[in-house]
């Protein structure tokens, strides 16, 4: 027997995620004063993908968007929310976000065209605190981006599958 505690296999930890996203989303609200609103859902109770009006074949599901007017915001913006054990979550404490986390609030930016997004991370074991990390939009990215959708969609209308 590994001497070791079990882990939970990933579909569990993401439903855990899910169940608990509500519940940081109001601890971001209560502990920065900002209104989050959750986006429209479909006829599955599943949220809309949200479209780029100049890109549509880029699509984001934003957990919750960040509303202008209140606590100061005057534009609003794209909040992803993450749930992490102990190890994972002070890694991100220490190092900050790691690439894959930084780039989601960009994707989000990109597609949604607002300007600025906020990270709430809530370590799920422990006497973890919920902490967010604020950014602003990255034009360079938004241009690579542009860039790889468009080579995306244009080896799909050739027929070819893109790598």
Same mark, same amino acid.
């Not at 609200?29 to 479909?42: C, D, I, L, W, Y």
């Not at 370590?123 to 468009?150: C, N, T, W, Y």
């Given at each position: 027997m590994?001497?070791?505690?079990?882990?939970?296999?990933?579909?569990?930890?993401?439903?855990?995620?899910?169940?608990?996203?509500?519940?940081?989303?109001?601890?971001?609200?209560?502990q920065?004063?900002?209104?989050?609103r959750?986006?429209?859902m479909?006829?599955?109770?599943?949220p809309?993908?949200q479209?780029?009006?100049?890109?549509?074949?880029?699509g984001? %599901?934003?957990? &919750?968007?960040? $509303?202008?007017? =209140?606590?100061?915001i005057t534009?609003?913006?794209?909040?992803?929310?993450? /749930? #992490?054990?102990?190890?994972?979550?002070? %890694?991100?404490? &220490?190092?900050? $976000?790691?690439? =894959?986390?930084?780039?989601?609030?960009?994707?989000?930016?990109?597609?949604? /065209? #607002?300007k600025?997004?906020?990270?709430?991370?809530?370590?799920?074991?422990?006497?973890?605190?919920?902490?967010?990390?604020?950014?602003?939009?990255?034009?360079?990215?938004?241009?690579?981006?542009?860039r790889?959708?468009?080579?995306f969609?244009?080896?799909?209308?050739?027929?070819?599958?893109?790598?």
């Amino acid at each position: 027997m590994p001497d070791y505690p079990e882990q939970l296999p990933d579909a569990a930890l993401l439903e855990r995620g899910k169940i608990l996203e509500p519940l940081v989303a109001s601890m971001y609200e209560e502990q920065t004063g900002r209104k989050v609103r959750r986006p429209a859902m479909n006829e599955w109770g599943l949220p809309r993908v949200q479209r780029n009006p100049d890109y549509p074949g880029a699509g984001v %599901h934003t957990d &919750r968007f960040i $509303l202008a007017g =209140a606590a100061g915001i005057t534009e609003t913006g794209d909040l992803e929310i993450k /749930t #992490h054990a102990e190890g994972p979550y002070l %890694h991100i404490m &220490r190092d900050g $976000l790691p690439p =894959a986390h930084a780039l989601q609030p960009q994707w989000s930016n990109f597609v949604t /065209t #607002h300007k600025w997004w906020s990270f709430g991370i809530l370590g799920v074991f422990g006497a973890l605190p919920m902490k967010h990390f604020d950014g602003q939009r990255d034009e360079e990215l938004m241009d690579i981006f542009k860039r790889s959708h468009d080579y995306f969609w244009n080896a799909l209308e050739k027929g070819q599958l893109p790598p």
